[in-house]
């Protein structure tokens, strides 16, 4: 294949690129999911809302991603294609679906990114705070700034090298983790830990104390840290047997990432201690394995955790920048949008418009947030519940897409497995209420940004159905077979 007609992130890499099999799959959705980061912050808001019951929380949100992937796994097993929801909802039920859910997905990709801006000033606080001196007091901002130069930087040149090298620190992340994770357990239950009253405690299996509205609104968070196991469907092309290995590798991502996650957020839990005061220090962290590193192993040892989870940051806000500019330049190519955004340059092929815009618009948002005198904290939680909710608006495009293929009777899936969308959806769609009722300010605002968002998507159908109908079949026709 030539350096001209291959995507820009596999350009010039020949038949090798084709020779992916289920496991290389599997990690590099893994990896994508940014687990050292999910783990880090994730479980800080989890733990807030529902006290100890945290494991019991992720495992819930584990159960509710199966049910939701349910969709992905099988319409990957029909379809081989770049892995975006918008191909799938196009092929299944029509292109205008496809378009709506692919402006959810935009949406995903530029909130996402903008809440993991607001990360990489989480993290680098976390370590500038065990590093102490000039580094503790820059502000996040300008930390996101500059992460958000070097993401632009990166997006618009050959990346193959970078992102194999963050592809290992990532890794390098999760044995790092499995690490104090393992030093947790041993301490904790011999009773040499530093919190004397931390026990090997299988209660937060359970959901206790914890309310079912408490439960279902923490597992937004939690549902977060799946964010992303579809993404090694864009290497379908690159794959042996792809409607075969990329269906056994989603379901892989989605349980290594589930059994990786239930361990470390047990290990947290107890590390903390199941008494008031270890959920009071759970929910007030501002880094959980850099704090739990510092009690457990070292000084040290947190430093080098709080920096790979810097790291994972910026390669977040680097796939997620470069997933949403692809979108836009998609978009603008066939006439949504300035004709400028769809164009590409003329050696490296990348969408360099659409890069600049995807990139300053994250900055926008972040900065948005730092202008108002909010926080890191608040750039991510805030971003990433907005996120979250356009997410389960794209992904429930694709479990309505399989509903749709079953009872058209296009595949040979057994109609009695309707049962598994159908459940997916109401988990979807459950959470999404969640956030409107009993909310207090803020939250009571994003749900109501999210849908503002999709509605968009939803007016431009109406508004212009041949433009929709035209981005829709083209998007279809390059993803599908």
Sequence with gaps: MSETVAPPQTAGRGTRSRKLRVWEVTALSVGFMGPVMAMALNGIGVAGLVGKSVPFTF????????????????????????????????????????????????????????????????????????????????PWILVALVVAVLVVVLNVRESRVVTRVLFVIGVLGVVAMLVLAVVIFVRVGSGTGPVPEATIDFTTFLPGDATAVGIMTASVFAF???????????????????????????????????????VMMFAQTIGYGTHAEGIESFAGANSTLTSLSTLYI?????????????????????SSTAAAARLIYALARDGFGPKRLGTVHPVTKVPVAAVLTT??????????????????????YWYATIATLCMVVAYGMTSVGVIVAIFRGKTRIPKWEVVLPVLGLLYLGFVYAVQIIGQEPPYTYFPWIAGAWCLIGGVIILARPGLAQRIGGRLTAEDLD
């Design 59 to 138: 495992l819930l949100a584990f159960l509710g991603t199966l049910l939701v992937g349910y969709g992905f796994i099988r319409l990957t097993g029909y379809f081989s294609h770049a892995g975006s929801v918008y191909a799938l909802a196009g092929a299944t039920i029509g292109p205008r679906a496809g378009f709506f859910g692919g402006f959810a997905l935009l949406g995903t990709y530029l909130f996402f990114a903008a809440c993991i801006l607001g990360a990489t000033g989480v993290f680098f606080a976390a370590w500038a705070e065990e590093f102490g001196g000039f580094w503790a007091h820059i």
């Design 298 to 318: 070292s000084r040290e040892y947190a430093m080098l955790i709080a920096f790979i989870a810097f790291v994972v940051a910026f390669a977040s806000v680097l």
């Design 359 to 380: 990139t300053g618009l994250a900055v926008l948002l972040a900065g948005g947030i730092a202008v108002f005198g909010g926080s890191a904290f608040d750039a991510y």
């Design 224 to 262: 977060l840290s799946w964010a992303g196991f579809e993404s090694g469907s864009s290497l379908g092309e690159e794959t042996e047997n792809p409607k075969r290995a990329i269906p056994r590798a989603l379901l892989g991502a989605i349980v290594v990432a589930g059994v990786l996650y239930t």
